[in-house]
């Protein structure tokens, strides 16, 4: 027995234009979702579902029964995604000469990246934060913290100097 799209497809096949309508209303908000799981995209996947029906519209492709209507129709959606999928990544691949450049690059960015002193690994997030002091390598709030108590202890004598001064007088 012939589901509901089936019967609206043979239906369309042969002059109901009504069969088409019946086959988007029913099938496209399942379609849509379906082929989203593959672009993550809502709005590409309603681009591709509407190809699809427009697909099944013109070249109007010979349906059996070996599986359900459903099943035919996502697969005639899921190619079609994968083919968009195939097209848009040859337009976005680079050349040859592209990826010599790129490569070049990448050794001269690893090149000067060598010579920048850091702490730790590439993703030590301390490493903006670090000096070179006498050929150590410092974190800067250390620093914050160790230069005020080295100040203030190099300082102290002089302190207490002017101290016990103005307290003579």
Same mark, same amino acid.
């Given at each position: ?7 609206? *497809?043979?239906? @369309? ?20 979702? *379906? ?19 427009? !697909?099944?519209?013109?070249? !109007? ?10 099943? =035919? ?41 060598? !010579? ?9 997030? @301390? ?9 150590? *390598?410092? =974190?800067?709030? *250390? ?27």
């Amino acid at each position: 027995m012939e589901d509901n799209g089936a019967s609206s *497809y043979h239906r @369309f096949l042969e002059g109901d234009d009504n069969g088409i309508v019946d086959i988007v209303n029913r099938y496209k908000d399942g379609l849509i979702l *379906y082929l989203n799981q593959y672009v993550s995209d809502i709005h590409l996947a309603e681009d591709l579902a509407e190809d699809t029906f427009f !697909k099944l519209m013109v070249k !109007k492709p010979r349906y059996t029964n070996k599986y359900t209507f459903q099943a =035919w129709l996502y697969a005639i959606g899921r190619n079609l995604t994968i083919d968009y999928i195939r097209r848009r990544t040859k337009l976005f691949s680079p050349s040859d000469d592209d990826l010599e450049l790129l490569l070049a690059e990448k050794e001269t960015l690893e090149k000067s990246y060598i !010579k920048i002193p850091l702490v730790g690994s590439s993703s030590d997030i @301390f490493r903006t934060n670090t000096f070179c002091i006498f050929g150590k *390598y410092v =974190w800067s709030p *250390y620093l914050l913290l160790v230069v005020p108590i080295l100040i203030g202890v190099l300082c102290m004598p002089f302190a207490a100097r002017g101290w016990s001064k103005r307290l003579r007088t």
